[in-house]
């Protein structure tokens, strides 16, 4: 089992980048897929991005192909998402979650949730 903390949001004008950790503790990290998602107010939460155990390969979602990126550093425990060209649709609650199976999926069962990072984005 992992725990989760996500850091690194804060308010940033459009066009601004912001990059966003998750730290993690265990000693099993390295054999799980981490994903991001985030929440708007009044809206589901929906999926950003995911990494694969080994940071070998990962998925976006549509909304933020090209504009963010996603990765992992084991060693340190820790996924990052850096996130640029920021739009104020951008603006969310964001959560790192974390999964043995792949893809993340935000219907998982067996998803490990941190307690999110607020990123707000004004015009």
């Known amino acids: 089992q992992v725990q989760l903390v996500e850091s690194g949001g804060g308010l940033v004008q459009a066009g601004g980048s912001l990059r966003l950790s998750c730290a993690a503790s265990?000693?099993?990290?390295?054999?799980?897929?981490v994903g991001w998602f985030r929440q708007a107010p009044g809206k589901e939460r929906e999926f950003v991005a995911a990494i694969g155990w080994s940071g070998g390969f990962a998925s976006y979602g549509d909304s933020v192909r090209g504009r963010f990126t996603i990765s992992r550093d084991n060693m340190k425990k820790m996924v990052y998402l850096q996130t640029n060209s920021l739009k104020p649709e951008d603006t969310s609650v964001y959560y790192c979650?974390?999964?043995?199976?792949?893809?993340?999926?935000?219907?998982?069962?067996?998803?490990?949730w941190g307690q999110g990072t607020q990123v707000t984005v004004s015009s």
């Open positions: 265990g000693n099993t990290f390295s054999l799980y897929h």
């Open positions: 979650a974390a999964d043995r199976s792949w893809p993340v999926a935000i219907t998982s069962t067996t998803l490990t």
